[in-house]
C-alpha cells in the first residue's frame, strides 16, 4: 500500500516545524503517566476595545497571549499548546470567520525574540496559522508519530477552542475530559471575550489558573493597544494581581540572621582547635590551622585593597588550599567568585572580567589558566605563607550587609550574569536550614560538586559552620574512581545529581548516612536504592536567592522525595 504524497507531504511538515522542540509544558504534570481530567472550572470575561484598525484578529491575539503565558509559566521562549483545526481561518488583517468547528486537534509551536516587535510577533502568528491549514487534517495521533520532537509536542498540555459568538457550537464537557489539563473555551465577539476554563484541578490548582487568566487578559490587551515600535521585551508580564499575591507570600519573612557565616567557623576554631576541619588529597587542615593561615591571608588582602563588596576571583582546582583562600578573601571584608579551571577559557576570562579584580588567587597548578585570565596571579601554596609575616594581625570588623560570594549564570543566552549574595542573605539560609540537616560536629561531607555550582558553596559551609570535616578527592579520583573515593575517605554525606548517584550503590559506600539530591529532576528509581539505608534530602537551589532554597527533609516513600516542598529559611 502506498502513502500518497498528501500524508508525506504533511509529515515532513511536521518533522520541520518541531525539529529541535524540547520543552516544559503547562500546566505541567505531577507524574510522567498521569492521565488528566477535568474536575473544575472557572469563567472569565475580558472587555474589548479594539484599535482601529486593528493589530491583528480577536484569534491571532490570542494564540499571540497564550503563548507568552505559557513562556512565563515555564521560563521559555519555545512553546507549543493545542487548537482544534478549524481554529486556523485567523488572519492578520481582519477576515476571521471560523469553518466548521470539529474536535480534531493539532499543536502549535511559538517561538519568539524578545527584541523582536509586537506587529512582527503577531504576523509570525498568522503566517504559521495559514502554512499549517493544509496539513492539520492528518490528526494528532499522526502528527506524534512523524518524529521524537512531534510526540513530545503533541503532549501538550492546554488547549484553545476559539469561537465567534455567533458559530460557537461546541460545548466541552466539565466532567469526563480527558487529554489535556488545562482546556480554554473561547467565544468572543466585537465588543467582549468570554473563556471557559475547564481543568484538573489534581494538576495545576484553581489559583494559578485564575493567575494565569488574568496574565491572558492582560497581554492581550497591550498587545492589541500595542504601537508599532513596541517591542515583546516593553511588554508586563505580571500583572497587579500577581504583584501582590507575591508580596502576600512574602508578608510573613522569618528574621534575617545579621551574621557573618566565616566567624562561626572562627568560633569552631576556638572550641574545637585540633578538630580536623579539611581533609584533601594534598593535606590536611585543622580548625586551628585553617583559621590562622586564612588571617593571615585576608591581611596580606587588605593591603592590597580588599575590603566591603571588593570581588576577588579564585581559580582552584579541588584543593586544601580553596577554603583557605576562600575564608581569607572574606575575613578581608571581600566577596569570592569561584572558578572551575576545567570550565572554557573564554567563560572564565568574561567573569574574571566582570569582577573587575586587579588580581587573582590561583592555585600552583591553575597558574597557567589563571595568567590568562587577569595581569597578576597571586599563587596560595606553602611558599606563599613562607614569605608573609606572622605578626599582629588585623582584620576588619565582619559587616553582614557586604557581598560573600557572586556566582555567574551559565550565559547559555548571551554573556553570564552574576547573582550577588550578601551575608546576611547566606547566613540567614544556612541558620534555618541546618537543624533540617541534622548534621554534627561528626559530619564528613565529600566535596563533589563543581566549584562553578552554588552547591559547592553549600557544601563548604554547611559542613564547617557544622563543626565537621569537608573530605576533598582529587579531581581524576572524582572522576574516575567516585565509590572508591567516598568509601577510603569514609565520608558520610554525599551530594549529588540524580544521574550521577547511579554510579555508586549503598554497599559501596558503607559509611554514608546521608544523601542529598539536586542538579536534575529527581525520579522514584533514583531514590529506591537508597531508601531505608540512608537519610535522602532532596533539595533546590536558586542562585539568586540562596544556594538552597527549598529542601524535602519529611518524606515518608520514595514518591514523596521527589517532590521538592516549600523553602526552609525563606518564603516561597
Known amino acids: 500500500m502506498t502513502v500518497p504524497d498528501s500524508v508525506r507531504q504533511s509529515e515532513l511538515y511536521w518533522q520541520n516545524t518541531l525539529t529541535d522542540f524540547n520543552a516544559a509544558t503547562f500546566p505541567h504534570l505531577k507524574l510522567p503517566d498521569q492521565n488528566p481530567q477535568a474536575n473544575d472550572t472557572i469563567t472569565y470575561e475580558i472587555p474589548i476595545h479594539l484599535k482601529k484598525p486593528p493589530v491583528a484578529t480577536i484569534p491571532v491575539l490570542m494564540r499571540a497571549s497564550w503563548a507568552l503565558v505559557i513562556g512565563c509559566m515555564t521560563n521559555s521562549d519555545d512553546v507549543v499548546f493545542g487548537v482544534t483545526v478549524s481554529e486556523q481561518n485567523a488572519s492578520i ?31 509570525t502568528i498568522y503566517k504559521q496559522g495559514w502554512e499549517m491549514a493544509p496539513f492539520e487534517y492528518i490528526g494528532l495521533d499522526n502528527i506524534a508519530k512523524t518524529s521524537p520532537e512531534s510526540h513530545q509536542a503533541a503532549e501538550f498540555q492546554s488547549l484553545l477552542i476559539i469561537q465567534t459568538r455567533e458559530t460557537g457550537r ?79 507570600w512574602n508578608g510573613n ?19 574545637q582547635p585540633d578538630a580536623v576541619s579539611v581533609q584533601a588529597w594534598d593535606g590536611q587542615l585543622t580548625y586551628s590551622e585553617l583559621n590562622h593561615l586564612s588571617s593571615i591571608l585576608a591581611c596580606r588582602l587588605v593591603e592590597l585593597g580588599v575590603g566591603p563588596n571588593k570581588l576577588i576571583p579564585l581559580c ?49 597548578s591553575s597558574q597557567s589558566v589563571s595568567m590568562e585570565l587577569l595581569n597578576r596571579v597571586i599563587i596560595i601554596n606553602h611558599e606563599f605563607f613562607v614569605n608573609l609575616s606572622s605578626g599582629p594581625l588585623f582584620i576588619p570588623a565582619p559587616d553582614p550587609d557586604s557581598i560573600i560570594y557572586v556566582v555567574f549564570t551559565s550565559g547559555s543566552t548571551g554573556t553570564p550574569k552574576g547573582a550577588m ?44 559552620t557544622a563543626g565537621g570535616c569537608i573530605y576533598i578527592p582529587s579531581e581524576y579520583n572524582k572522576r574516575n574512581r567516585l565509590a572508591d573515593s567516598i568509601a577510603s575517605l569514609r565520608a ?64 515518608k516513600s520514595p514518591k514523596e522525595a521527589t517532590q521538592i516542598r516549600k523553602g526552609i529559611g525563606q518564603v516561597t
Open 93 to 123: 488583517d481582519g477576515t476571521n470567520d471560523l469553518v466548521d468547528q470539529t474536535t480534531a486537534l493539532a499543536p502549535v509551536r511559538i517561538s519568539w525574540n524578545r527584541a523582536s516587535t509586537v506587529t512582527d510577533y503577531l504576523k
Open 492 to 555: 558520610n554525606v554525599i551530594h549529588l545529581t540524580p544521574s550521577t548517584s547511579k554510579l555508586i550503590t549503598p554497599n559501596l559506600v558503607p559509611k554514608v548516612e546521608l544523601v542529598v539530591f539536586s542538579g536534575e529532576g529527581l525520579h522514584t528509581e533514583d531514590i529506591k536504592v537508597w531508601w531505608g539505608k540512608v537519610r535522602v534530602i532532596n533539595v533546590l537551589g536558586l542562585s539568586e536567592c540562596a544556594p538552597r532554597s527549598v529542601l524535602n527533609v519529611i518524606a
Open 316 to 364: 582552584f582546582e579541588k584543593s586544601m588550599w580553596t577554603m583557605i583562600a576562600l575564608l581569607g578573601v572574606l575575613k578581608a571584608g571581600g566577596g569570592f567568585v569561584l572558578l572551575d579551571p576545567s570550565l572554557p577559557q573564554e567563560r572564565l576570562r568574561t567573569i574574571a572580567h566582570q569582577t573587575q579584580s586587579d588580581f587573582i588567587l590561583s592555585s600552583l
Open 421 to 464: 549574595i550578601s551575608h546576611r542573605n547566606f547566613s540567614s539560609a544556612m541558620t534555618y536550614q541546618l537543624e533540617h540537616y541534622k548534621v554534627t560536629s561528626q559530619m564528613r561531607m565529600f566535596d563533589f560538586a563543581s566549584y562553578s555550582f552554588v552547591a559547592s558553596i553549600a557544601n563548604l559551609f554547611i559542613t564547617l
Open 253 to 271: 519573612r522569618p528574621p534575617s540572621v545579621d551574621l557573618c557565616i566565616y566567624t562561626v567557623i572562627e568560633q569552631n576554631a576556638r572550641e
Open 170 to 248: 461546541f460545548q466541552p464537557p466539565l466532567a469526563g475530559w480527558t487529554g489535556q489539563s488545562l482546556l480554554l473555551h473561547i467565544l468572543h465577539d466585537a465588543e467582549s471575550i468570554s473563556i471557559t476554563a475547564t481543568f484538573d484541578a489534581n494538576v495545576v490548582e484553581s489559583w494559578v489558573v485564575e493567575g494565569a487568566l488574568k496574565q491572558f487578559t492582560s497581554l492581550f490587551q497591550q498587545l492589541q493597544q500595542s504601537s508599532p515600535a513596541t517591542i515583546l521585551a516593553d511588554l508586563e508580564l505580571v500583572t497587579y494581581d500577581n504583584l501582590e499575591t507575591i508580596w502576600s
